[in-house]
């Protein structure tokens, strides 16, 4: 990966919790470069590219995650509001990574409980507005954003829930405690990976 003019650049890891059936399979890894993510450019100025699933007509080159995941790479303008669909059947939430804004409507956004450095040490902040915000949105059919003064990039992710339980610890999530303790039995002999 190549950085912008002064080297940064963007880097984000979706890891998507897999049905019982398919736990303990192989793991897969898919390369995409950039210039095969689809972007649509709106009238006011917004910019979504479709990383994975389908969007206004466009599908993502990421392909065959169990959860039909929709990842999308939204830049909404300085100023201006947006209103983007989410089916009533996902779950979804908002990464803010550049810019900052306020994200409304009917899907209830929450901001999550964040730790950011204030000069002053760390603060836990529950914040659904600013750069390096995470916001979770309930259920709804739709999310609104207002970008502010520098505008607002954001990733919006959704997909539909596998309704199954979950034991999560680290890197291994699991349908139960069971499951949890045999996956870290065979990550230290050696066997998680088959």
């Known amino acids: 990966p190549k950085g912008d003019e002064t080297g940064r650049m963007h880097g984000f890891q979706l890891w998507a919790n897999l049905p019982s059936s398919l736990k303990m399979t192989a793991p897969r890894y898919q390369d995409v470069k950039g210039a095969d993510i689809p972007e649509l450019v709106d009238d006011d100025g917004t910019r979504v590219r479709v990383v994975c699933g389908d969007f206004h007509g466009r599908r993502g080159p990421i392909e065959g995650v169990a959860a039909d995941p929709r990842y999308l790479d939204v830049t909404v303008p300085a100023g201006k509001r947006k209103t983007l669909r989410v089916e009533l059947e996902r779950h979804a939430f908002a990464y803010v990574f550049e810019g900052s804004g306020d994200f409304r409507a009917a899907s209830k956004p929450f901001g999550v409980l964040t730790e950011k450095t204030d000069g002053a040490g760390e603060t836990l902040v529950r914040e659904q507005t600013g750069n390096r915000s995470l916001v979770l949105f309930d259920s709804g059919d739709e999310i609104t954003v207002q970008a502010g003064d520098q505008g607002i990039r954001f ?14 610890y680290g890197p291994i999530v699991m349908n139960n405690k069971a499951e949890l303790q045999q996956a870290f039995d065979e990550l230290r002999a050696g066997t998680f990976i088959r």
């Not at 990733?155 to 999560?168: H, T």
């Open 155 to 168: 990733l919006l992710v959704s997909g539909k829930p596998i309704k199954e339980p979950v034991a999560w």
